[in-house]
């Protein structure tokens, strides 16, 4: 099985994944830092820094952030802000090329 290790910090390759890139993986670094120092935002800050990803994102990628958003309404904050982060990880990762979802690749 080939392995490719990807630098989510760079900029993928295709100029069409490039616009709002470093303003998405700027949000995800947040997110994903607190998550590995044991932190999680208020209701208030994730909803901000969500928001602010999406504002630079395409529709198919603001469908899946919204769904997947939807699907968590009914757990507690740390795992919303972990799944959340998770989503944004993808999100950098399609964009590199990489088929992320489990049915079909991609982002849906």
Known sequence: ?????IDLSL???SEDAQGGYEEIHGVWEKLFGMVSAGKHPNETDLEE??????????GRE????DTL???L???PLELRHTKLSGGLSKVLM???GFKVSKEGGGLG
């Open 1 to 5: 099985m080939n392995s490719k290790r």
């Open 11 to 13: 900029l993928p390759e």
């Open 49 to 58: 820094l969500i928001e602010k990803a999406k504002y630079v994102m395409t």
């Open 62 to 65: 603001i469908a899946f952030m």
């Open 69 to 71: 958003k939807n699907s």
């Open 73 to 75: 309404s009914d757990f």
């Open 94 to 96: 399609d964009r590199h």
